[in-house]
């Protein structure tokens, strides 16, 4: 999608079997009416933030010409995904829930596919399950329902970072690997309180460690 792109859609926001959507490597601004589906073995690439060193384009030592810089993407519905190659999701406001089961890249897949739920608000759930890809994390998001993590699988001992997140039910991570963990998360932050998450009920299963001692 070009630079400072204003796109609105007043229906869904179908992402076909195999098709590739690229809206996350320039900031824009998308408003979509109603649903976000991505199909299988498609990929949804939406949003970009300063806090995740901005976007694509400006590179990540923030001296491209988008340094700083990140889009508003506001999904009036849900977005699911249905066994896709991959999902990009970077700052984004959700009002519904955000949906994944199956799909994700393989282990070995040639150049890094990460899964990523990055600086985004979500007002309803977040589920994702049977995932198997390279990397996978949910970072500095806020999601006001319960999260909910089983059967992902990853070939980068790194990824299932859970990392600064504020949830306002409960955090259940079950079967993953590798286990779920602050990772390399947090490095270069000096605040020693970042890694951790806010919870608003319970934690169950693999996460106990997002909860600061």
């Avoid at 605040?191 to 106990?208: A, E, K, L, M, W």
Wanted: aromatic letters at 6%.
């Amino acid at each position: 999608m070009p630079a400072n792109a204003t796109v609105t859609i007043t229906g869904n926001l179908n992402v076909l079997s195999g098709a590739r959507l690229d809206a996350d490597s320039a900031p824009s601004t998308i408003t979509v009416g109603r649903n976000v589906v991505g199909y299988p073995g498609s990929t949804t690439g939406l949003g970009c933030t300063a806090a995740h060193g901005g976007c694509t384009t400006g590179g990540p030592d923030g001296n491209g010409p988008y340094a700083g810089q990140q889009s508003s993407i506001t999904i009036m519905g849900n977005a699911s995904f249905d066994h896709v190659f991959n999902a990009a999701l970077d700052g984004l406001t959700v009002n519904g829930n955000v949906t994944s089961v199956g799909g994700g890249a393989g282990f070995d897949f040639p150049g890094f596919i990460p899964f990523s739920v990055k600086d985004d608000t979500i007002h309803g759930n977040l589920t994702v399950s049977g995932l198997s890809t390279t990397w996978f994390g949910v970072i500095r998001s806020t999601i006001d329902g319960n999260v909910s993590l089983s059967d992902i699988m990853l070939g980068d001992p790194d990824g299932n970072e859970i990392v600064h997140d504020t949830i306002g039910k409960n955090l259940i991570c079950t079967n993953m690997v590798p286990a779920p963990q602050i990772g390399d998360a947090d490095d270069g932050i000096p605040d020693p309180s970042y890694p951790f998450s806010t919870v608003g009920r319970n934690v169950i299963g693999q996460c106990g460690f997002v909860l600061a001692p």
